[in-house]
Nanobody, 124 residues
Framework: QVQLVESGGGLVQAGGSLRLSCAAS????????MGWFRQAPGKERLFVAG????????DYADFVKGRFTISIDDAKKTVYLQMNSLQPEDTAAYFC?????????????????WGQGTQVTVSS
């Protein structure tokens, strides 16, 4: 199994930026990509962005395109999410996970154990 630990969340004003980190451990070799997901209170968990382990292929949900950037350090098995131009609607708990491919991750079909997530709160 794959274990994941997210960090970097916090409180930020609208228009601000945050950088999230996620460290993976365990059987990561069985996955093709890592991804970020978010869940707002009372709402379903959503795919945010994904990246291949090589870092050459990325995928973004439409609602973050142009504002968020995903990157990866394969040697450290760590994925990052640079979030710029944050808006109150970006407020959510952010989680990371690993998956076999982007379509599966978009449908929340992931391979790792969900971590605690990291809370991002954007004030207006």
């Amino acid at each position: 199994q794959v274990q994941l630990v997210e960090s970097g969340g916090g409180l930020v004003q609208a228009g601000g930026s945050l950088r999230l980190s996620c460290a993976a451990s365990g059987r990561t070799f069985s996955s093709v990509a890592m991804g970020w997901f978010r869940q707002a209170p009372g709402k379903e968990r959503l795919f945010v962005a994904g990246i291949s382990w090589s870092g050459t292929i990325t995928d973004y949900a439409d609602f973050v395109k142009g504002r968020f950037t995903i990157s990866i350090d394969d040697a450290k098995k760590t994925v990052y999410l640079q979030m710029n131009s944050l808006q109150p609607e970006d407020t959510a708990a952010y989680f990371c996970n690993v998956g076999a491919n982007f379509p599966r991750m978009r449908s929340l079909s992931v391979s790792g154990n969900w971590g605690q997530g990291t809370q991002v709160t954007v004030s207006s």
